[in-house]
């Protein structure tokens, strides 16, 4: 049952919950978004400098952070120290954007003189998945501060540990107080409040489309915020491994019977290899049926479906019909090809001859049920941004 939700406080199994970290937060943010607040009077390019501030401090602290993000979420170490040189070069992506935001003026009709702004959207509450735990928390907040915004971040409940990290060096960054607060929680609770709190004013959250359904709801219910959603789809790729592992992994393995008993056939692998951890071997299936499960599904493991097709119309048609839409890619050496399907095929992101090719500059996001809006490149920071249109009174003739 939805649970009743008064104000900023949470009412679940005869008790008020959790609901007083996210308030103290959010009327922390608020105060930090006030127009005279140190924050608000800053230039724009000082934001920028704090952020580039932030990123020499994730290069510094590199070796702690990505041991954190290891105990924090089971990625092996040598990933983490990736995903770290990734963040600091994502933090310096967004440092540059803060001082870039600009609107614009409008030749439009009559005796007046037209212009827009582009100005931060208010206290942002920005909810993590556990899967990226440190480069999500990057990739939001520091859009978010390129903005202007102030933000509330509720990280993962499995993982909050590099978000609270992250915190503290962006505080020695320079960043004053309120602007980045950090409330580790449940969902069901914290995450919650934070969609709820007529105080926020846009909600950028990352995870399940369960979850994101129930986000937008709670976006209309006590003010109208702004969401961005970036719900997945059928392509990522993630490694589990605490005591859930048995239950992913039984998951994955599910799937892969529920393929063959559907009757697509399974050409390799598909077994637990041994009884330690918790691996499967990849899983190869031919004879894919468009309607199966294993065609439709997010399976979330080493599963790959191979569909036969005869023309590009024919492929294009079957790619799309799916009520997810995040990514879609092609191999042809023709260019033809290569760019009729990027135009045709429903996806936020089309890979032609490669995949997985992300960057800090690429916005990235889905259509249909796998999102709402961007993250990343200059769509991104938009989302964080309104659009103030100004008309001024003004003879055309002096
Ligand atoms: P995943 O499949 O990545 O675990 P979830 O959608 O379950 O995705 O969780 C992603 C984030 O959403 C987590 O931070 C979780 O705590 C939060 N969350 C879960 N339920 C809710 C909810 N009802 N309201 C707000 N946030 C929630």
Known sequence: MAPEIKYNKIFIDNQWVEAEDINAAVKAAK??????????????????????KFAD????????????ETYNNGMVLSMCRRFIGASAYH???????????????????????SYTLKQPVGVCGLILPWNVPMLMFISKVTTALAAGCTVVVKPAEQTPLTALALAALLAEAGMPPGVVNVVPGFGETAGATLTHHPDVALISFTGSLEVGKLIQQAAGTNNLKRVVLELGGKSPLVIMNDADHETMMNKVLGYIEKGKSEGAKLLTG???????GFYIEPAVFADVK?????????????????????????????ANATNYGLAAGIFTSSIETALQF????????????????????LPFGGFKESGIGRENGLDAVNSYLEVKTVTISLPKKV
């Open 270 to 276: 598909g077994k637990r290899i041994g009884t330690t």
């Open 31 to 52: 105060r930090a978004f006030h127009r005279n607040s140190e924050w608000r009077l800053m230039d724009a390019s000082q934001r920028g400098k704090i952020l580039n």
């Open 91 to 113: 933090i310096r992506y967004n440092a540059s954007l803060a001082d870039k935001i600009q609107g614009s003026t409008i030749p439009c009709d009559g005796d007046a003189f």
């Open 290 to 318: 468009d309607d199966m499960a294993i065609a439709k599904e997010e399976i979330f493991g080493p599963v790959q479906s191979i569909f036969k097709f005869n023309t590009l119309e024919e492929a294009i048609d079957r």
């Open 57 to 68: 401090l994730v290069e510094r602290d590199a070796d702690y952070l990505a041991e954190l």
């Open 342 to 361: 990027s135009k045709h095929v429903e996806a936020g992101n089309v890979w032609v001859n490669t995949y997985l090719h992300h960057g800090p500059q």
